[in-house]
DNA sequence: CGAGCCAAAACAGTATACACTATAAACTTA
DNA sequence: TAAGTTTATAGTGTATACTGTTTTGGCTCG
């Protein structure tokens, strides 16, 4: 309401697709405020088609965790400590384990194309460009979650990855916090490089490790689900 | 068409959700034939409501992976063994810590509920009544899984269980393989009892290890991606 | 001046209707 | 008789309209 986001419909085929599509980028790519409520019609008006679409879109979007519905529209979630500790708890679990996947699949595109992303970053960083730090981060990891083989798997993390990211746009600025991610990456490159498995998955936990502390270091704490925070109220589950 | 099942309204508050909770339960008690067409318009019919809750709640058992959505109508996959495979990574590398969180924070009463439905699995197997020791084995694992703090790794490891268990019916069926799994899920609880983690998470993964191998042995092999089986092809991801 | 109640607006849920697409079956032609 | 084409039907995708509920703002009463 109060302001508009501007949004454009992706060619994909089906509507509601494409609304999940767009909005889902504007989601990952932070320019969504933190209180700022996505009304369904508001939405359908603005890109011209009705409101099913969009609703579908929306609903999609709070079942995958990217949103959650209010009573009175839907908004971004806002994560307590303890939920960024969970969502880390099932990464710890996985990525290593994908990580070490991909020291296997990865091609020599792939490689050269996260040689690209990591030094895009570092370049990034060195600018202290959080933006394009924040996409460089990105690259680089939807490439080697791309070359894993298991789909469920590499979808999961994903996800996963999603929910903190949103969140974590605000310690991505922080300069320190690139250094540390930096190295990190470089670390996994590497170990990709070398197409050592072993390696990789041993990087990968340090990395999120890392990662978590960073996080937990500088979150401007909401804490513990207290009872104004919404944190994640899923509906309707078993 | 052929065989219309029995659905009922189950009170829950909005229509999308009655009606997920509903066909998710027909899916996971396995009356749905394995080319059984679902529609939305005659769901509706069936239960005196409109097609878009029906709509709705199928689209997210899509999304979920409990269904497929052809152009024609919505029916169960048929999960190749790689995508059993795939499912089954994913449950060796979440299940045990599950685990081991649960043996931690398992309350007297879930001890209780958990000795029931192991006895009730022993009776159901040792009366070969499959459907019986298919309701026991979910009891015992909805039981100790609800007992998990961390949400999001509990509902993931539900629904990838969920999703392999489908086609498990057929195997469960399978008499020595009972008596493997009543051993297992015998194991588990008793580190339960004793509440030791570290017990816990090694005979989960060593339960999870037999499950695979029973079912990579047992399954009526729809072999890897064919070009015949639809596999998941899940539509309008990332 | 503050608190409680009532009314109106905003928004999600639900229903119905229409359009478009894909699949399958039937008919025609070679 | 077989293969290709066309038509019909089944089923989803999208739109619009209506209803119920919740929230917010204003008004009145204490």
Known sequence: MTETIELKRV???????????QIRLTIQHGDL?????LVDVDIAAQLGIS????????????HEGYLVGTTRGFTLPTLTATDVADIFEVRRLLEPRAAAHAART????????????LREAEAAAAAGDADRFFQA?????????????NERLSQTIARFADHVLVVRLRTLSHQPTQAVVVAGMRAIYEAFVKRDAVAAYDRMTHFIQNAEERFMKLSPPAQHSSGEGESMSQRGKS
């Open 33 to 37: 405020a933190p209180g700022q409520k």
């Open 137 to 149: 981060n990105s690259a680089f990891r939807n490439c080697w979650l791309g070359a894993v083989e």
């Open 106 to 117: 990865l091609g020599a595109a792939d490689l050269k194309t996260l040689a690209a992303a």
């Open 51 to 62: 409101r099913m679409p969009v609703r579908d879109a929306l609903m999609q979007l709070v």
């Open 11 to 21: 060619g994909d085929g089906n509507l509601r697709a494409q609304v999940y599509q």
